[in-house]
């Protein structure tokens, strides 16, 4: 089985948008997915799912709130890929989900406000031992080439790998998560393909199952 958290330690940035994504996408391949949402204050992947059954949308992951991070990981083992939402904030919990994940996704807006504090995040999963490797930055709420350009050049200078691919800031997306759907499913085909070209960035990322 494979474990993805979705961390950061700015809020909004995006981490449950592309754990959805992420999630709907391996079950439309065929895998056994499961939602984990560690954020037990918001529950944003629960209510999401709720909507995603009332419109109908298949596959509909299933999605648990989970209290703590060794309740999520216990059903680990019965599924292909586990997701992890993690909360706003980074805490302690943070560090403990990276260490378990195969995978870390740090979702970052692009403006310096955004970029220095996921950065410092990064630096402090990697002063506790978890190979910056395994760190995966995507960059989301981007609203032109340029910005995203100028953004990821900051991450590599930083030394982390940055996903290909963006998410644009669009309205788009939140009405398709609005109605229950990732934002690999609105209905334009150019955000579709920016949301996909994310989503195929996190799968490369994987790594082999050993
Ligand atoms: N690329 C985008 N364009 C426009 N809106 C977006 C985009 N990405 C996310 N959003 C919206 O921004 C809000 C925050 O996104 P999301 O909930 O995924 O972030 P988060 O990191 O999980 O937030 P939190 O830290 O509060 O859990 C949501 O309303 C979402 O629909
Ligand atoms: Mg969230």
């Known amino acids: 089985m494979t474990v993805v958290a979705f961390v950061s330690q700015k809020g909004g940035v995006g981490k449950s948008t592309l754990a959805r994504a992420l999630s709907v996408e391996a079950a439309r391949a065929g895998l056994a997915v499961r939602m984990a949402d560690l954020d037990v204050s918001q529950g944003s992947q629960v209510d999401w799912h709720r909507d995603r059954l009332a419109a109908g949308l298949d596959p509909a992951p299933p999605v648990q ?3 703590t991070l060794q309740d999520a990981l216990s059903y680990a083992a019965s599924v292909d ?3 992890i939402d993690g909360p706003a904030r980074a ?6 989900a990276a260490r378990s994940a195969d995978l870390v996704v740090l979702p970052t807006g692009p ?11 990064g630096n402090s999963l990697v002063k506790a031992g978890i190979p910056a490797t395994r760190l995966l ?4 709420r981007v609203s032109s080439e340029a910005e995203a350009d100028a953004a990821r050049d900051y991450m590599i200078s930083a030394g982390y790998r940055v996903a290909s691919g963006y998410l644009p800031e669009r309205t788009a997306f939140r009405t398709a998560q609005n109605g229950g759907r ?3 499913e609105t209905q334009y085909p150019s955000l579709r393909a920016a949301a996909e ?3 195929q960035a996190l799968i490369d990322a ?5």
Do not use: I, M, N, Q
Request: net charge negative.
């Open 91 to 96: 805490d302690a919990d943070t560090l403990a």
């Open 197 to 199: 070209r994310v989503v």
């Open 137 to 140: 930055y995507v960059l989301t």
């Open 65 to 67: 709130l989970h209290r």
């Open 206 to 210: 994987l790594p082999e199952e050993g």
């Open 111 to 121: 403006s310096l406000d955004d970029l220095r504090p996921a950065v410092r995040v």
């Open 81 to 83: 890929l586990l997701t």
């Open 182 to 184: 990732a934002v690999t």
